[in-house]
């Protein structure tokens, strides 16, 4: 199997690993039944794009600042925390999806409150939820993912 496709691979299901049951996963999926559909898929899709693009950038030129050794044990360390965090969360998954969920709705519901569906304009709906899965992927474990593939993998 070539790089290229090797890459694919793995980053597909390493995403699919670290966003399934993930806050913007929910966030999305509440999002889509408040509002059209196709408006919150622009919005969620345009911001995952956006900050793949980032974190592979940040993938790329950390370890042209930073020496080798310190960007392999960082890689390391952050896929051993993201494995503890995932393993913390599959041995107490209803507590920790139901609260996820939960809190999501909360978030939604106050943002919501005062707007109604039919004035809320296409626009609108895109550009929030562009701004909610931009703003809650900083930090998530697919961005560390894909800055760290980005960093010991060819980038494209």
């Known amino acids: 199997m070539d790089g290229f496709w090797r890459a694919t691979i793995e980053c597909f299901l390493l995403t699919l690993v670290t ?3 993930d806050k913007t996963f929910f966030m999305s999926v509440v999002m889509a039944m408040r509002h059209s ?3 919150v898929l622009l919005g969620s899709l345009s911001a995952l794009i956006l900050m793949t693009v980032l974190s592979t950038l940040a993938g790329r030129f950390v ?3 930073l020496d080798p050794s310190y960007t392999t044990m960082l890689a390391f360390g952050l896929f051993m925390l993201c494995g503890v965090q995932m393993l913390l969360e599959w041995w107490n998954y209803e507590a920790v999806q139901g609260a996820t969920f939960e ?3 909360k978030e939604l519901k106050s943002q919501d409150t005062e707007i109604s ?3 809320l304009g296409c626009m609108l709906v895109c550009m929030k939820c562009f701004w ?3 703003l809650a992927e900083w930090g998530d474990r697919s961005q560390l993912t ?3 593939l980005a960093a010991s993998r060819n980038a494209y």
């Open 63 to 65: 370890p042209t600042v």
């Open 19 to 21: 966003e399934l049951g």
């Open 103 to 105: 809190e999501t709705k």
């Open 117 to 119: 569906n039919q004035r």
């Open 146 to 148: 894909t800055v760290t």
């Open 37 to 39: 559909k196709i408006f």
């Open 132 to 134: 909610m899965t931009f």
